[in-house]
């Protein structure tokens, strides 16, 4: 083998060994700067989903409130039941009758940012385990709070509200409680006469809100339940930036749907 043609190998292996170092250094920054993208991406996720939270929490609490209100309706009115029932409260009753016939409430939670992260494969960027698993459970959370609440409202429709039909102040109890926004709940007071007393001694109703004391206790559960998912994701999104202003973050946070 000649000296040239040895030169000339030396030259090819060299010019091989360039262009394959080349493409290493090439692959190892692009990866790097999908991995930076990715991690900012990431970020972006977390803190909107941060943020997604903290606005169905505020739904959350109202709704275990209202349905804590309910039970405590229903208590009541059942402590003041028997075959001789008579009236003896410091509280309206027309008052406890419209929290029972309006206990509908439900957590609405908020779900873009959860629908994109699981819907659009994003889940995957998210590198902590365990925040990735709390926030992959969320949707069977939401599903046991839509059934309950779909049984609830069901028993409410077909049971609660036409029990009270011709046999008390319906019209009468939305002058003691005002939930809407945007519309007057007081109807006026009726012109038609009827016995409180002779409600309270009907073992139909001492059955009615027993189950709906129940069925609003199922519904705390999941709903508390939640709330303690809700609070792990943020706390693992804080101490995974924290050096996020949070308070600035969740200013002039979406309520959400409040039924």
């Excluded at 739904?59 to 003041?80: A, H, P, Q, T, Y």
């Excluded at 709940?185 to 012109?191: D, L, M, P, R, V």
Aim: charged fraction near 25%.
């Amino acid at each position: 083998m000649s000296m040239d043609t040895i030169k000339y190998l030396r030259y090819a292996i060299g010019e091989i060994i360039l262009v394959v170092v080349g493409i290493l250094i090439a692959l190892q920054v692009n990866n790097y700067n999908e991995e930076l993208n990715n991690k900012k991406l990431e970020k972006k996720i977390l803190l909107s989903l941060h943020n997604e939270i903290s606005s169905s929490l505020l739904n959350c609490n109202l709704v275990i409130s209202k349905k804590r209100e309910i039970i405590s309706s229903s208590n009541k009115i059942m402590s003041e039941m028997s075959p001789d029932g008579n009236w003896n409260s410091k509280y309206k009753l027309d008052s406890l009758i419209f929290h029972i016939t309006n206990s509908g409430w439900r957590h609405v939670p908020q779900e873009g940012v959860l629908n994109e992260i699981i819907n659009s494969g994003k889940l995957t960027l998210i590198s902590d385990n365990k925040l990735k698993t709390l926030i992959s459970s969320l949707p069977r959370a939401y599903s046991q709070m839509i059934e309950n609440d779909r049984i609830n409202r069901l028993n409410i429709n077909t049971n609660v509200v036409p029990f009270f039909y011709g046999k008390s102040y319906l019209r009468n109890s939305t002058n003691y409680i005002n939930p809407f926004e945007f519309s007057e709940a007081s109807q006026g007071i009726t012109k038609f006469k009827f016995n409180n007393n002779r409600l309270l001694k009907y073992p139909e109703l001492e059955d009615i809100l027993s189950y709906l004391s129940n069925y609003n206790k199922y519904g705390i559960e999941f709903l508390e339940k939640a709330k303690l998912k809700y609070h792990q994701i943020q706390q693992l999104i804080e101490s995974k930036y924290p050096e996020v202003d949070y308070d600035k973050l969740e200013k002039d946070l979406d309520r959400g749907v409040w039924n």
